[in-house]
T-cell receptor
Framework: SAVISQKPSRDICQRGTSLTIQCQVD?????MFWYRQQPGQSLTLIAT?????????ESGFVIDKFPISRPNLTFSTLTVSNMSPEDSSIYLC????????????FGSGTRLTVV | DAKTTQPPSMDCAEGRAANLPCNHS???????VYWYRQIHSQGPQYIIH???NNETNEMASLIITEDRKSSTLILPHATLRDTAVYYC????????????????FGPGTSLSVIP
């Protein structure tokens, strides 16, 4: 399966600022996904990011708040904009594994605290 | 998209088999059942997947009922390191001109392995 490097692993940010999270994959993948996991909760899909096209956002998530870039087949970024304490969560990127039916591989996540 | 229901929590004695049930009564014929687990503060880890036949790998066994409306993940000899949240997921893949492949997480089952 693919190996994912996600940066930063954690950060503490001031409200009103923005944070960009990077996701680097060791192989070319078509589809990348960004998830949010709020404290004590399950994972919620934010958006699907395909190279060469606009990201597709799930209900409740908008591009102005969570802009995503996907410049090539191995890299993506998620920006959390104009942060508030409610944005404190773990953010994870995910890709489909090397063999399509192997499943998804997840990064180790970015633990964000907004103060 | 098919939804899944799981018990919120389970206990299992160390060394015994852990049997985690999942209901997916609205699953379609070409949708796969996947199991992941998430150990505290880590990204979800793939365990196993299946379509309609029972599957076994080095981590676990997956038993899918004949009507595919439910399945059971079996950890044959649970250890303390198996304490985690286990997610049963139906993976939706649609081909054609617009690829569609995403995983929606439910709340999962929190498994506690007790010494």
């Amino acid at each position: 399966s693919a190996v994912i490097s996600q940066k930063p692993s954690r950060d503490i940010c001031q409200r009103g600022t923005s944070l960009t999270i990077q996701c680097q994959v060791d192989s070319q993948v078509t589809m990348m996904f960004w998830y949010r996991q709020q404290p004590g909760q399950s994972l919620t899909l934010i958006a699907t990011a395909n190279q060469g096209s606009e990201a597709t956002y799930e209900s409740g998530f908008v591009i102005d708040k969570f802009p995503i870039s996907r410049p090539n087949l191995t890299f993506s970024t998620l920006t959390v904009s104009n942060m508030s304490p409610e944005d404190s969560s773990i953010y994870l990127c995910s890709v489909v594994g090397g063999r399509q039916f192997y499943g998804y591989t997840f990064g180790s996540g970015t633990r964000l605290t907004v103060v | 998209d098919a939804k899944t229901t799981q018990p919120p929590s389970m206990d299992c004695a160390e060394g015994r088999a852990a049997n985690l049930p999942c209901n997916h009564s609205t699953i379609s014929g070409n949708e796969y059942v996947y199991w992941y687990r998430q150990i505290h503060s880590q990204g979800p880890q793939y365990i196993i997947h299946g379509l309609k036949n029972n599957e076994t790998n080095e981590m676990a066994s997956l038993i899918i009922t004949e009507d595919r409306k439910s399945s059971t993940l079996i950890l044959p000899h649970a250890t303390l390191r198996d304490t985690a949240v286990y997610y049963c997921i139906v993976r939706v893949i649609r081909g054609g001109s617009t690829s569609y492949d995403k995983v929606i997480f439910g709340p999962g089952t929190s498994l506690s392995v007790i010494p």
